[in-house]
């Protein structure tokens, strides 16, 4: 049987090594990486959609990222137990007219027993921001070990 360690249930240690594997797979914004850590049933909440399944997922992602330009993502650990991490993130991103975005939220997942994802309900807001008041600098992809957190930021 397949398992996307760490798996629950979850301590603080572990629960913030999957909130950081989370934020590195969406921080590709490639969909045919992110779907992989979902069970094949996954059940999403994501502002007014509520995509059923791998292939929905896929589809709201690819929807998603062509929309949300030069995606950068930090998310941070706000609590676990047992199955469940709850977390809550920020990331900027920029439509195709040019105007950057900082959109805040907070997630609730739920893991199976191997450790893909079979629950999460976000909830988003988005803010319009100048590109002067941007924070998130690094190249598109991985967040680097030393760019501040969240908390760092005071986001």
Known sequence: M????????????????????AEDAWNTSDPNRVVLVYTADTRWRNRAEFPVSRDEVHQ????????????????????????????????????????????????????DETGFMMRSYASINDLPIEASERKFFWPVG???????????LDL
Do not use: M
């Not at 397949?2 to 594997?21: D, I, S």
């Not at 706000?78 to 975005?101: L, M, P």
């Not at 991985?142 to 760092?152: G, Q």
């Open 2 to 21: 397949e398992t996307k360690p760490p798996v629950p249930p979850f301590t603080e240690e572990t629960a913030k090594q999957k909130v950081r594997l």
């Open 60 to 111: 709201f992602l690819t929807r998603k990222w062509a929309k949300e330009l030069d995606y950068r993502l930090i998310k941070e650990l706000w609590a676990c137990a047992g199955n469940r991490i709850g977390v809550r993130f920020a990331y900027e991103w920029h439509d195709d007219s040019g105007q950057w975005y900082r959109s805040y939220g907070k997630e609730n997942w739920k893991f």
């Open 142 to 152: 991985r967040r680097p070990n030393e760019h501040p957190s969240l908390s760092e």
